[in-house]
Every structure is written in C-alpha cells, then in structure tokens.
C-alpha cells in the first residue's frame, strides 16, 4: 500500500511559478512511475507529467512543466514555470507499479488527495 500527500499548491498571478511535492510512503518508492494529473471544473482529469526511468510530458506543458524524483526522499516534484490561467486545476500525484512512464490514469494503483493551483489572469 502507497500512501501519497501533494503539497504546494496555491493562487498565483499568470506567468508565475508553484513547485509540487507529492511524498510518499513505503519503501519500494523507486520501483514506481509516477505521475501527475489535473481536473479543471467540468473536465475530465488529465494527464501532465510522467516519470520512471524516462519523463514524458503532455503537449500543454511541455516547456513549461518539470517532473523529477528524489527516490531518498520518497518523493516526487512538479515545478511549474509560466503559468497560464487554464493551467487552473486540482492536481493529483498518482503512483503505478510499472516500469516506464504511464500516461493512461486508469493504470494507476494509488492517487494524492489532490492540491489546487489557482491562476489568475
């Protein structure tokens, strides 16, 4: 069992930065891809950002939006720069017990409780 806590979240002006956090529990942390996912109002929850061996981000972000791992501390980071208002969402950490980043968000095992990020214009 994976327990994930997201932090970081927050209201900032567009063309600002938030950094996320998402630490997990267990002790087979590195043996996950992980990921992050966002849900604006009235939207399906979408994929941003995958990590594993490799990174791969959704075409919205990339550019923008960095993932990285520290396997020590359990815990994984979304640094997000150039923040745009419809990057407004609550965004998810979510870990998969496969190797290789993972895009589809019904692969996944465990899922944060989630974090807003608001953006104003």
């Known amino acids: 069992q994976v327990q994930l806590v997201e932090s970081g979240g927050g209201l900032v002006q567009a063309g600002g930065s938030l950094r996320l956090s998402c630490g997990a529990s267990?002790?087979?942390?590195?043996?996950?891809?992980m990921g992050w996912f966002r849900q604006a109002p009235g939207k399906e929850r979408e994929f941003v950002a995958g990590?594993?061996?490799?990174?791969y981000y959704a075409d919205s972000v990339k550019g923008r939006f960095t993932i990285s791992r520290d396997n020590a501390k359990n815990t994984v980071y979304l640094q997000m720069n150039s923040l745009k208002p419809e990057d407004t969402a609550v965004y998810y950490c979510a870990a998969a017990r496969l190797v290789g980043v993972v895009v589809a968000k019904d692969r996944y095992d465990y899922w944060g409780q989630g974090t807003q990020v608001t953006v104003s214009s």
């Open positions: 990590i594993s061996w490799n990174t």
């Open positions: 267990g002790r087979t942390f590195s043996n996950y891809a």
